[in-house]
């Protein structure tokens, strides 16, 4: 519940909104759409070292900010 204060972070480091999750949601319901036709969509691609770094990175960052609002 992002409404409710609730932070999401996904695997390469993105921080969620609401305005990214209905993004998301849309993306994931039009490409559901294309494999219903048949249409071969693929995958994510692998996840880079510069991935998990941002990743990394965005953990640290939002953990030093709870400790300061603490």
């Known amino acids: 519940m992002i409404e409710k204060g609730a932070a999401a972070l996904n695997p390469r480091g993105e921080r969620y ?3 990214t999750i209905r993004e998301r949601l849309t993306m994931r319901d039009f490409m559901d759409t294309l494999r219903a036709s048949g249409v071969q969509t693929g995958g994510p691609a692998a996840m880079s070292p510069r991935d ?4 990394a990175n965005e953990l640290d960052s939002w953990l030093r900010q709870r400790k300061s609002q603490a």
């Open 17 to 19: 909104s609401p305005a």
């Open 52 to 55: 998990r770094q941002q990743f």
